[in-house]
């Protein structure tokens, strides 16, 4: 299969890619940079012996994008490009609605103009909200509590729209948990710029000693240590998920949700001591008040990715942290972020 990946040189995007052409696909990354380092591309190349074509453009270039699909005789596309803070989203929502949305639109164009109509969506485990029961399925009721979650909401009920209006649709929302870890590599992983907002590459900073402390969001959680649970799922199980998902679209028309979670929930002092363990560091880390926004606990039910894809995590909590940990090192090594 000849695969498009907008938003291909970023965290998740990288890794598919990888894993994409591990399993014998082509693939064509699409990326304007805005949160990610030209220097990914020798990297994926380095892991996989050829490094794959890359077009710097944006997303909301209909054309450029269009005469890509048809250039490369693209099959399917899978659409990692937006932005991802939700704590800059409610300062910038424009800036959030422009990109998302707007850039969805536009590769939905420019799919439409193509003749391409299999698309895998970076969703998010953040349009379930409050969880109101758990494990999360994905029939519990979607809401939003942010920019950032509600542009992840408009385009699902966007796709949902369109593969009504259309029956060639082929389309998959895949709902993330909280993807973490990096390849085994050290080459690529997780690299954001400025203090990072998620718990693993903070931690990781805190490791190797570019900060002084973590800061715990909170204690009084109704979880078993009172800390926040999240279902932390390595990015390569995430990256097999897509090649599984696209595989799987070929005969599924229509507009589909599936989680990609591991359906196993630790909380923040748990991730702590297994990222100890791993970079053999202390962690310092004191209590702080609870983050605005936050849940107390959001683990996936991760059984219809089983049954529809057959696809499941196999990598756990020792492996995430390890494979953050040499990215870490070696990005440091390397100055290479
Ligand atoms: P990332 O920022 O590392 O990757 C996104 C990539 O898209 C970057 O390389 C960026 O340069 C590019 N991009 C952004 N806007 C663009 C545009 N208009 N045109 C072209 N390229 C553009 O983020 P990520 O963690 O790899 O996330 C990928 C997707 O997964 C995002 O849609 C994100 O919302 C979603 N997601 C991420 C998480 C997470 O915790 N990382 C969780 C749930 C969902
Ligand atoms: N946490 C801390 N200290 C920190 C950072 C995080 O204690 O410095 C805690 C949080 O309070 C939470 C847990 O660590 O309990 C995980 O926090 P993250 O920020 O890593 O992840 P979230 O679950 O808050 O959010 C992530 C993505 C969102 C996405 C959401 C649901 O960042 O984009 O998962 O998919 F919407």
């Not at 630790?266 to 310092?284: C, D, N, Q």
């Amino acid at each position: 299969m000849n695969v498009l990946l907008t938003g291909g040189m970023g965290y998740i995007g990288s890794h598919t890619a990888v894993a994409l052409l591990q399993a014998g696909h082509r693939v064509v990354l699409y990326d304007n940079l805005c949160n990610s380092d030209a220097g990914v591309l020798g990297c994926i190349g380095q892991i996989v012996g050829k490094a794959p074509l890359f077009i710097q453009a944006d997303v909301r270039d209909t054309q450029t994008l269009s005469d890509a699909l048809t250039r490369h005789e693209i099959d399917a596309v899978a659409h990692f490009a937006g932005l991802k803070a939700v704590g800059e989203s409610a300062q910038k929502p424009l800036a959030y609605y422009a990109n998302n949305v707007e850039g969805t639109v536009s590769l939905l164009e420019a799919m439409t103009r193509a003749g391409v109509c299999s698309l895998a969506f970076s969703g998010s485990a953040t349009v379930y909200g409050e969880p109101r029961y758990l494990p999360l399925d994905e029939a519990h009721p979607l809401s939003a509590t942010n920019p950032y979650g509600r542009t992840k909401l408009h385009i699902e009920e966007m796709l949902r729209d369109l593969s009504v209006s259309d029956p060639c649709w082929r389309i998959v929302c895949l709902r993330y948990f909280n993807p973490a870890g990096a390849h085994e590599s050290g080459l690529i992983g997780e690299s954001p710029s400025g203090i990072p907002n998620n718990l693993l590459p903070y931690v990781a900073r805190v490791a190797a000693g570019e900060l002084p402390s973590l800061s715990v969001f909170g204690d009084d959680y109704p979880t078993p240590d009172g800390t926040g649970v999240r279902d932390y799922i390595h990015v390569m199980d995430l990256a097999e998920g897509h090649v599984a998902a696209l595989d799987w679209l070929g005969g599924h028309p229509g507009c589909h949700a599936i989680n990609l979670g591991t359906g196993q929930g630790y909380s923040v002092l748990e991730m702590v001591e297994a990222f100890a363990k791993a970079s053999e560091r202390a962690i310092p880390y004191q209590i702080a008040p609870r983050r605005a926004g936050d849940v107390a606990a959001c683990y996936a039910d991760p059984g219809k990715a089983l049954r529809e894809l057959g696809w499941q995590a196999r990598r756990g909590l020792a492996d995430m942290c390890a494979s953050a940990w040499n990215f870490q090192r070696r990005s440091r090594e390397t100055g290479f972020r």
